[in-house]
């Protein structure tokens, strides 16, 4: 999501939108990027439990 505040600001200073019409533009691409973001997370789980020494520990 924090890829998101680039691209607003870029909208406010190429198309010279205000904050609020940029950030209005860019929420169309929430609803994907949330979707997208939670599949990520849960291959990532599954792969976590699948091969649970697939993650590195650390021992101090």
Same mark, same amino acid.
């Not at 200073?13 to 849960?42: H, Q």
């Not at 699948?50 to 590195?56: E, T």
């Given at each position: 999501? %924090?890829? =998101? @505040? !680039?691209?607003? @600001?870029?909208?406010?200073?190429?198309?010279?939108?205000?904050? #609020? +019409?940029?950030?209005a533009?860019? @929420? $169309?691409?929430? !609803?994907?990027? $949330?979707?997208?973001? +939670?599949? +990520?997370? %849960?291959?990532?789980? %599954?792969? =976590?439990?699948?091969? #649970?020494? $697939? @993650?590195v520990?650390?021992?101090?």
């Amino acid at each position: 999501m %924090a890829s =998101h @505040l !680039p691209g607003v @600001l870029g909208m406010m200073v190429n198309l010279k939108l205000s904050w #609020p +019409a940029a950030f209005a533009s860019d @929420l $169309i691409f929430y !609803p994907g990027d $949330i979707v997208k973001d +939670a599949v +990520a997370s %849960a291959a990532a789980v %599954a792969a =976590h439990r699948a091969f #649970p020494d $697939i @993650l590195v520990r650390r021992v101090k």
